[in-house]
């Protein structure tokens, strides 16, 4: 049998063509040691298990967390064999593989993060309360979108919901998420907020929730944010980059909108209110009045009660001045054929005079008449 | 719910709240009362056939994953 003679080069793009039909694409899942980057930029390191290990090429910018000795991930690329330096692995994406390792990166991406200001309190955003339009972001099949849709129907009315349905775990969640986000971000008429969901599951289930491209998504939104990832206990650091964070997706609908059944009772209290208050008003108005009208009568009165006593005053004075008075006071009045007598003067010998006191009147004849001066 | 029987909720609410504000305050004339009373009546029977009538719409932007 005659042998298949390569050059040095031939063997290496022979072996090169068997791998991308092999293994176009593959998984490997290992612990990762002797892990170093070199020029900001390359990053080397071993995947081993206690069978064999495997050296491993990738760039920072594929690294979706930081990565330590120690962790074990599953990495996802193609083997490769190099003209100068030999076999490799050149991966294309990592996870990391369990709760041990999903802790630690996590652990070091939040720190990261954190440093970074992400999740600072003084980004967060109000949101419209309740919002118009929702951007609901979740698998449209999921346990999740019935909760989310269940309750958000129990409580309000009148939503327009656009759910872009995603996957929300595996390799190609985190894509699907991002694109999810930015679909809604440039939209020419953005919802008023965005929902971004899962229900619960394992660490790894929910880990695209706690990659870094979906956390400076969910960070950059210019649409305001709330996520709800998995259970109460269940923890992603999306959640922490979000404007506002639930536990569960019922969680998020009781967040975003009110329920409608309080509204109405709200209403009703409304309705007895204004009806109150426009009595209270009417009330305040007649009590005005009121006040007018005794104002009025009393100035009435006492205008009067002037009027009388000063004109008692002067009928008093009146009355003092009287001629009756003035002969009570033993003054008489003297006429002669009708007339006032002013003078001794015009009284003659048998002239007969009226004599008027204050109670009768006498006649008298005149005897003598001496006129004496006074 | 067809968006042209769409009411925007938040500004009725925020408008009766101003009213309802307004009229227990009571520095106000009867006839501007009376105006805003019927007004205010107006808002609550809008709300209430609203959140009884109105529904969520749910439009489906890619096919469901």
Known sequence: MELIEFSVGEFVDSINQTFDIAYPIIAVVGEVTNFKISKGSWVYFDLKDDEASIRCFTSVYKLSFPVEDGMVIKAVGKPKMHNLYGFSFNIQAINPVGEGTIKKATDLLEKKLLAEGL??????RSMPYPPDRIGLITSGESAAYADFTKIINERWVGLDIDLFSVLVQGDKAPDEICNAIKFFNESSTPPDIL???????????????????????????RIPTIVAIGHEIDFSLSEKASD???????????????DKKQISLNLAQNKKQISQSLENIFVQYRNELTRYKERLSSSITSRIDNLKQS?????????????????????????????????ADELYEGNVIGLQFYDSFAEVKLGTVNIKEK | MATKDKINYNQLQEELDGILSQLQEGRIDVDSAIIKYDRGQEIIKKLEDYLKNAENKINKINPVR
């Open chain 1, 119 to 124: 999740f600072d309190q003084d980004r967060k």
């Open chain 1, 195 to 221: 929902v971004i969901t899962r229900g619960g599951g394992s660490a790894e289930d929910l880990w695209a929730f706690s990659t870094e491209k979906v956390i400076r998504a969910v960070a950059g939104s």
């Open chain 1, 244 to 258: 506002r964070r639930a536990s569960t997706p019922s969680n998020a609908a009781e967040i975003i909108v009110p």
């Open chain 1, 311 to 343: 004109l008692d005053s002067k009928a008093s004075l009146l009355k003092a001045l009287s001629p009756a008075e003035i002969l009570k006071r033993g003054y008489s009045i003297i006429k002669k054929n009708n007339k006032l007598v002013r003078s």
